[in-house]
């Protein structure tokens, strides 16, 4: 089974802070995702990669940068912690264009 | 912007009986894959069915089966035998033609209860 992990399932930082998200997925998988899900909002994605070193914009990049140095860990990187980004954060990964297999998700506070 | 609209966002159900989520989206591909996800509420999302557009037969598994309308831009999910194990949010989900085919643009998700 695919297998993708998480760092944290949960998270509190303070304002200002830089956080760093790490995700880790088992199964040889090119493209690596981090989305993020609001109540009433489904999953909104930040950004994803394709390829070790490459990296792509989703919908909401404002806020956050990713590195992918590992074909099997995507990070995502809170440059300066806000409170509005205070959210679940879901890391995914596939092959082709199959379906994405997720991690459990880290429940990140921002104060 | 392209969109995936789900416009139930709760539903119940009592066990055993069948329920329909509804999921409706815009695209003028002509070859992609719809997903339903579910997420229970240990918040793991997984996959719970795949529908090929090319392929004219609707996805099954188990007591999931989806319908598929093609023309309608249709994907809506039937749960039959519903059980408690079935609760969660689910999502429908669909590749955006303005990104990546390796992207998934996601609905807002149905809240699922079912009643004992």
């Known amino acids: 089974d695919v297998k993708v992990t998480q760092s944290s399932r949960y998270l509190v930082k303070r304002t200002g802070e830089k956080v760093f998200l790490e995700c880790v997925q088992d199964m040889d998988h090119e493209n690596m995702f981090w989305y993020r899900q609001d109540p009433g909002l489904g999953l909104r994605l930040i950004y994803f990669s394709y390829d070790v070193k490459m990296k792509e914009k989703g919908d909401i990049p404002e806020g956050y940068s990713v590195s992918r140095e590992k074909k099997e860990r995507f990070s995502l990187i809170l440059e300066s912690a806000s409170t509005n980004q205070t959210s679940m954060y879901l890391c995914a990964s596939s092959s082709g264009k199959n379906e994405q297999f997720f991690g459990p998700g880290t429940r990140l506070t921002v104060l | 912007a392209q969109t995936v609209t789900q416009s139930q966002p709760e539903m119940s159900v009592q066990e055993a009986e069948t329920v329909t989520l509804s999921c409706t989206y815009d695209t003028s591909e002509s070859d992609y894959y719809l997903f339903w996800y579910k997420q229970p509420p240990s918040r793991q999302m997984i996959l719970v069915i795949r529908?090929?557009?090319?392929?004219?037969q609707n996805a099954t598994e188990n007591r999931f089966s989806v319908n598929f309308q093609k023309a309608a831009k249709s994907f809506s999910l039937k749960i039959s035998d519903s059980q408690l194990g079935d609760a969660a949010m689910y999502f429908c989900?669909?590749?955006?033609?303005?990104?990546?085919?390796?992207?998934?643009?996601f609905g807002s998700g149905t809240q699922l209860t079912v009643l004992p």
């Open positions: 529908q090929e557009a090319y392929k004219q």
């Open positions: 989900a669909y590749p955006p033609v303005s990104g990546s085919a390796r992207q998934l643009t």
